[in-house]
Nanobody, 118 residues
Framework: QVQLVESGGGLVQPGGSLRLSCAAS????????VGWYRQAPGKQRDLVAS???????DYADSVKGRFTISRDNAKNTVYLQMNSLKPEDTALYYC????????????WGQGTQVTVSS
């Protein structure tokens, strides 16, 4: 079982940027992909970005062009660079390793809170 720890969240003004980190307890190279999810109060948890072992990336339409996912296999870490943040990006952000079906494969961590507000 791999443990995942998210960090880097905070309070930022609209238009600002944040970089989230997802640190894994062991190699993530054995998993098909890693994804970043978010969950706003009262809403379901949605996948917003993913990166495969071949470094193919995919994004939800709502974040395309603003968010960038990347990975550092040597550090077992995946990043989410978030630019041009909007109030609707406010949510608890989680990461998880993904199977080939894109089903999450690990237990959920604590997440990191992102709040976009003036």
């Amino acid at each position: 079982q791999v443990q995942l720890v998210e960090s880097g969240g905070g309070l930022v003004q609209p238009g600002g940027s944040l970089r989230l980190s997802c640190a894994a307890s062991r190699s993530i190279f054995s998993f098909y992909a890693v994804g970043w999810y978010r969950q706003a109060p009262g809403k379901q948890r949605d996948l917003v970005a993913s990166i495969t072992i071949d470094e193919d990336t995919d994004y939800a339409d709502s974040v395309k062009g603003r968010f960038t996912i990347s990975r550092d296999n040597a550090k077992n870490t995946v990043y989410l660079q978030m630019n041009s943040l909007k109030p609707e990006d406010t949510a608890l952000y989680y990461c998880n390793v993904l199977l080939t079906t894109f089903a999450p494969a690990a237990s959920w961590g604590q997440g990191t809170q992102v709040t976009v507000s003036s």
